[in-house]
């Protein structure tokens, strides 16, 4: 997966090494825009993950891997806000429907649900506190995260 920034928008790409880029805690990971038009650019980048049996998706989690991602990466790989899921949006023939969480996120009817295995999985993404437009808008403008590389 790699995300490069277009004109000021997040556009998400596949490299064949998807698995390879989260920590051994990530069983599977969804890079979405959620547009936001407060953000710089009117969008931001969202992280959804699926994790391994046990794990928490904790703060320092969320460091760890927003850290892991600008290191393998750049800036614009580093998601705004990271969401864990029980399990990601997949098609019938095992394919991962990055549109539908996307429509889920940004509260759009979602175009292809006949076509997804799990329907299920996009409960709740049209209401999750983190991705609310309201709190993207009261916490300012600027990065809304501080990830040292050292």
Not at 32 to 57: C, F, H, K, W
Not at 125 to 146: C, F, K, Q, W
């Amino acid at each position: 997966m790699a995300v490069v920034t277009e004109a000021g928008r997040h556009k998400v790409t596949r490299s064949g090494k998807q698995a390879d880029v989260m920590l051994t805690v990530v069983a599977e990971a969804m890079a979405i825009e959620q547009v936001v038009p407060s953000e710089i650019g009117g969008s931001r980048l969202i992280l959804l993950v699926v994790l391994r049996d046990g794990a928490t998706l904790t703060p320092r989690l969320q460091d760890d891997i927003r850290r892991e991602l600008a290191l393998r990466g750049s800036a614009a790989h580093v998601p705004a806000v990271i969401l864990a899921r029980e399990d990601l949006p997949t098609t019938h023939s095992n394919k991962r429907s990055e549109r539908a969480a996307r429509d889920a996120v940004n509260r759009r009817p979602v175009a292809n649900i006949g076509a997804l295995r799990n329907p299920e999985s996009l409960e709740g993404l049209d209401t999750a506190p983190e991705l609310s437009l309201e709190a993207a808008a009261t916490r300012g403008i600027g990065p809304s995260h501080d990830v040292s590389v050292d």
